[in-house]
């Protein structure tokens, strides 16, 4: 059982930048491949970044390329996204997400846990 809890969000001002965190309880959360996902208002909810067990495999949604940067650290249990250069098309609630079998994932199909979300509004 892995338990998955977001914080950072908030309101930003276009152009800034924030940082999330997923704290993830339970031992085996190494073994997990994680992720972020994130719901407009009235939008299906879509893939964002995720990241191997071990950090050395990312994936990125084009919509966020070279301004996201997913990360974690282990030793704390953390998954962290680095988000610069925001604008208001990023305004969503931002879920974290964890797959068991341990590596890079490009849909939700195979997600195991969520967490509830941190909402991140940013203004024009």
């Known amino acids: 059982q892995v338990q998955l809890v977001e914080s950072g969000g908030g309101l930003v001002q276009a152009g800034g930048s924030v940082r999330l965190s997923c704290a993830a309880s339970g031992r085996t959360f190494t073994a997990y491949a994680m992720g972020w996902f994130r719901q407009a208002p009235g939008k299906e909810r879509e893939l964002v970044a995720t990241i191997s067990w071990s950090g050395a495999s990312t994936y990125y949604a084009d919509s966020v390329k070279g301004r996201f940067t997913i990360s974690r650290d282990n030793a704390k249990n953390t998954l962290y996204l680095q988000m610069n250069t925001l604008n208001p098309e990023d305004t969503a609630v931002y879920y974290c997400?964890?797959?068991?079998?341990?590596?890079?994932?490009?849909?939700?199909?195979?997600?195991?846990?969520w967490g509830k979300g941190t909402l991140v509004t940013v203004s024009s």
């Open positions: 997400a964890a797959d068991r079998q341990g590596l890079v994932f490009t849909t939700g199909a195979g997600i195991d846990y």
